[in-house]
Structure formats: C-alpha cells, structure tokens
C-alpha cells in the first residue's frame, strides 16, 4: 500500500486566494482526520469523518474552512479566503475502526504558505 | 476532556546512553496511549502503543514505553539511544468514549555522537 497521500506537497498562495488539499487514505481506512500544526500551537485536530461523514469539526478554526469527504477514498480540505496565519503544515490521517485502539497512519503533509 | 503534557521541549543525549521522554496524560476513562516520531520535512510515524495488558510495551526501532496508572506516565525510553534517533517524538491519548487523538507539544530529542 503506498499509504496516506497528500497533494500538493507544498503550496504559497497569496492572501485571499483559495487553497484546496487533498487527501487520499489508505485503502480500507474508514477514518478519516485532518490536522494543522504550527510552531505556535502544535499539532491541532481540525476535523475527522467516520465513512465519510463529518464527526467532530470543533477543531476547524472560523468558516474560512470547509472539510468534505465524498467518497471513501478523497478528502479535500479548503481554505477561502487564505490568510497569512493560515501557514502551516496540514496532515491528513487514516485509521481503520478505533474501538480497538488502533493506530492512525499519517500522510506527509502540505505545507501552505500565504504571502 | 483528555489533555498530554510533555514537560521538556528538549533531551539531549549521548549515542549509546539510555534515553527517556517524558509524557503526561489526563483522561476521563481508560486511556489508549500512543507515541509517534516525526522525522524533518516528514509526517508522523507510528512507534508503539499501550491499549490494555503488560504496563511494558514495545515498539518499532528498539524503543519502549512503560505505563504508570498511578502517575498517569507513559514514557518513552530506549536502552541505547543512536545518532539516527533524532527527531521530534509526540505523545499521544485518547480516551474509550472519544475517537480523535489528543497529542502533546512534542519533544525534539538530539542525540550526540
């Protein structure tokens, strides 16, 4: 299995574009997680789906970002419009079923800069 | 709501020395504990975990966790710690009732040759 992959691998844009990551887990995996992590605030749960529907988006920061899943195998993470502080790496994760405890695997990250 | 602390931003050790990083955790019921390594420029990898059983788990690369439930540790240790050791390594929990990982602030450990 190639694994969690993320496209694009980095991305500057200038303030007030929009930026979209995408995400594929591996296959299999009906969880799906996005984080953020920065110097600042670490690493941060943004949002993750259970089958491809949304669970728990407290972590999304304002309603610049929007998370969809609309299949089991791609995910997509906006940002509209893009701020300067919105500068981070952005991972994405899967998981197959956690009531076992197991594991999330972990993409390699987008790292998104707005200028 | 389930928190992990990470008290040192930093270890540093010598290659061959034992090594440990410290984690803290907070949850409501019981904890499913995890540790990962993030190496430069990379996403996080997985190293071990505890879900229940031996307080003694291991993981990937040598590397070893022991679980304290009256302390509510889960450090990390290695017997011998390599050059290639180096990296960020997180700390993670998550509780039975809550499916998301909490993860802690990381601690970059820098192993001299």
């Known amino acids: 299995d190639a694994g969690v992959i993320q496209s694009p691998r980095h991305e500057v844009t200038e303030m007030g574009q929009e930026v979209t990551l995408r995400c594929k887990p591996i296959s299999g995996h009906d969880y799906l997680f996005w984080y953020r992590q920065t110097m600042m605030r670490g690493l941060e749960l943004l949002i993750y789906f259970n089958n491809n529907v949304p669970i728990d988006d407290s972590g999304m920061p304002e309603d610049r970002f929007s998370a969809k899943m609309p299949n089991a195998s791609f995910s997509t993470l906006k940002i509209q419009p893009s701020e300067p502080r919105d500068s981070a790496v952005y991972f994405c994760?899967?998981?197959?079923?956690?009531?076992?405890?197991?594991?999330?695997?972990f993409g390699p990250g987008t790292r998104l800069t707005v200028l | 709501a389930q928190s992990v602390a990470q008290p040192e931003d930093q270890v540093n050790v010598a290659e061959g020395n034992p090594l440990t990083v410290k984690c803290t955790y907070s949850v409501s019921g019981n904890p499913y504990l995890f540790w990962y390594v993030q190496y430069p420029n990379r996403g996080l990898q997985f190293l071990l975990k505890y879900i229940t059983g031996d307080n003694l788990v291991k993981g990937s690369y040598g590397f070893e966790a022991e679980f304290n439930k009256s302390q509510t540790s889960f450090h990390l240790k290695k017997p011998s710690a390599l050059v290639s050791d180096s990296a960020l390594y997180f700390c993670?929990?998550?509780?039975?009732?809550?499916?998301?990982?909490?993860f802690g602030s990381g601690t970059r450990l820098q192993v001299q040759p």
């Open positions: 994760a899967s998981s197959f079923p956690l009531a076992g405890g197991n594991e999330q695997f």
């Open positions: 993670a929990v998550r509780d039975t009732g809550r499916r998301a990982l909490t």
